[in-house]
């Protein structure tokens, strides 16, 4: 900040701050690990561009001398520290934010945790960095870090990075250390596509080539950090690609006006400028740029405005408006690299929602064609990705859309990924391109049967068949698993004597061999669910061994799961919920199981419920335990 | 505002309209919190451009303490009819009922049931699923870290592990029946910023925030302006006209003014590039506990 201030007149200082209305806006991102200085770089740049006001330098002054590592001098880090604490506490900070100016410029920092697991917190800063400053400590030069910071960056599409190599006064000002660190990373980056890669030997602690070029490294002719940052180029690339405007908003005051707001994603538009909505190949022709500060002759990428056109053309939120002569691709079927960001893993044939531009759709990985090891660049095989883990994937839409690959534009070939049910934000992607139907191989991935169903509902489909004695629990617990299933968002249906016998075996009694078609129907109704894809919860006393065989049989193997309500005669029959034990003492029910008729107990169920000393709810958690020790639920 | 060169006060100008039209177009019933200060007035005229010539397809409101400034009332008035907004006015009740104050009841409980427990009422009340605030990141050091969507349990509570990362300009605005949330869309403005827009743009501020001769009391270094005759004296004090102003605006008991000359926006702006205190100090709900923002967040005071 320029420290005349103090001496200007009123008309000084209205123009300077005219001269600051044309300040242009940096951002960027520090990446190091930890200890490389990140905090101290950035608590130095704020300092120094005298951003700190007396309260906090007070502060800072006391909390040096306190938690300083530094001894008596200002340690700047204790400006911008905060993050680790916090994550210690279990609150994840993706990233913080901080704020500087010169006369040049305004800068905007993102600064992310250092840690190995942290490349989802790197990515989202990355993703709205025009620029990243890697630091490097000196003394031990490219760590395995510094290469997946650089990947990372160059992932998120970052073209602008700055190697900081940093604690260069714990290296004697070495010519030869820095020169080493540069042409390292100029080696190993050289297939990155940054556009330009600039080294600065650096001490954030003493400030050497921090603001100003330090006298300490007389070798080193390139500028101080701050020149750089305050010259680089980076907006005008976006104004020079295809005009893109997803819509976000209609704006529709009377039924004189219909305009379609947006934030413009690529290139620049004028009135006359012959546009395309880019899913449906409808064309008009923009009539007016309209802003609450009057109508534009242009308009360009990064301005948030309202187009009119010179024709009623169906448009609506989410729809991507592009240039006539230059169209992105549609389609519903795209590639794309992945960062997942969820500790519930990324499988393949769930559902999700994507989210791109203004539009969401439902949309699922079809494939995973490999990960990629962000620390060696390896391609490695995955069936499913974990927190952090980075990979290319081919992605199928419920619908298809506009986009353009990350490569070529960042706004309109980036997408987030939000699970459906708990709405996070699970992944990040970046398109690398559309796929054709006729080509595409992996469409047959999505031929319609028993795993494509139970995919879309995002479970194992299972068989959890309950057998006991009447008046076991059998129907109470299998109520109660069945809602604890349904709050989580599974699909599941239950049969029982109530809703079978008054329609489906409505003609059976309760002879032997009735008995036995009654469950033989049950068994077959349970397997085309299963093949439905949804969790089937069976509740029949089913007393014979031969039929829980039957239906077991119908099923794969890991899809039928015995739970045995196990409650001896006597528990069972002083419970008695519809007095039917009475009756049958009584002699007014023929064939009552345990009085009249045998119950042949399991030998093998996969879960025996004890119920005499439990409660129903303890019983139907072991049942939800059991199926998330089987990977059934999560 | 030119648009022959992109200066980074056009940039902030299209993040912030960006930001407010997704969240009038994917929820279902937002709000606007105007708290009538600088910054608040910055987000109105901002939500005003957003949606030219529309007016803001959502209201206003404002959680009235009855311990604002009179100024501040009327300017909330006259600003939400020049901009076409709806205004609602909410008071918590049973804290009107039972006359809670900043004297009888300390500023901390009279901040939570006037300010915070007003303002999760209200929003109950009317089912907001969505409000719009003005804060900063570069108000405290513990801000830096907020994101722009803030996600509200139904209780209106802060889960912190319930936040989203935010990526490029696509925010994630999907919420479960009763939930809700904050945004807010000038998190990346700095007070320089606010301070050159406003001027840029002619945005009228209340008269409080330019120097006049007001009745003041000095109060543990603080000068405290006597608005109305609801301040109680202490003994020996006698309210002083001193020409003061003030830079960040609440209620007038909590407000400590500061002595200045800045009558004008330009003085105002020269004053804050020298000025040697941060824009907080004057805000006294944050003496009275360290780390009281993160504390207020979790409460829902943000
Ligand atoms: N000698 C020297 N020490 C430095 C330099 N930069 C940072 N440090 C010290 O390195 C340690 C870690 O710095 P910090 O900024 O906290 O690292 P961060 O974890 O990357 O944020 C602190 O003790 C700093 O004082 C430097 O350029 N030279």
Redesign the pocket.
Known sequence: MSEPAENLSAQDLIDYLAQQENKTLLRFLTC????????????RLLYDTKLLFDDQLATLERDSKKH???GEDI???LL??GL?AEREQGITIDVAYRFFTTDKRKFIVADTP?HEQYTRNMATGASTADLAIL?VD?RKGILTQTRRHAFIASLLGIRQIVVAV?????MDFSKDVFETIRDDFTEFARDFGFKQIVAIP?????G?NVITRSERTPWYHGPALLDHLETVEVEDEQRAKPFRLPVQWVNRPNLDFRGFSGTIAGGSVRPGDRIVVAASGRTSTVSRIVTADGDLDVAVAGDAVTLTLADEVDISRGDLLVAATDQPEVADQFAAHVIWMSEDHLLPGRPYLVKLGAKTVTAQVTEIKHKIDVNTLDHLAAKELALNEVAVCNFSLSQPVGFDAYAANRETGAFIIIDRLTNATVGAGMIMFGLRRATNIHLQALDVNKSARANLKGQKPVILWFTGLSGAGKSTIANIVEKRLLAEGRHTYMLDGDNVRHGLNRDLGFTEGDRVENIRRVAEVSKLMIDAGLIVLVSFISPFRAERRMARELVESDEFIEVFCDTPLDVAESRDPKGLYKKARAGQIKNFTGIDSPYERPENPEIRLESGAKSVEDLAEEVISLLRGRGIIA | MSRDRKSHLKRLEDESIHIIREVAAEFRNPVMLYSIGKDSSVMLHLAAKAFYPAPPPFPLMHIDTTWKFREMIRFRDETAKRLGFNLIVYTNPEGLAQNVNPFDHGSSYYTNVMKTDALKQALTKYGFDAAFGGARRDEEKSRAKERIFSFRTANHGWDPKKQRPELWNIYNTRIAQGESIRVFPISNWTELDIWQYIMLEDIPIVPLYYAAKRPVVERGGQLIMVDDERLPLEPGEVPQEKLVRFRTLGCYPLTAAIESDAATLPEIVREMLIARTSERSGRLIDHDESGSMEKKKREGYF
């Not at chain 1, 650096?202 to 003493?206: H, K, P």
């Open positions: 190091g690990s930890v200890d490389d200085g990140k905090s101290t770089l950035i608590g300083g590592t530094v340690d700047f880090a911008v520290d680790e250092g630091l000196a940093n604690k260069i006064d714990l650096l001490s954030a602690r003493f050497d």
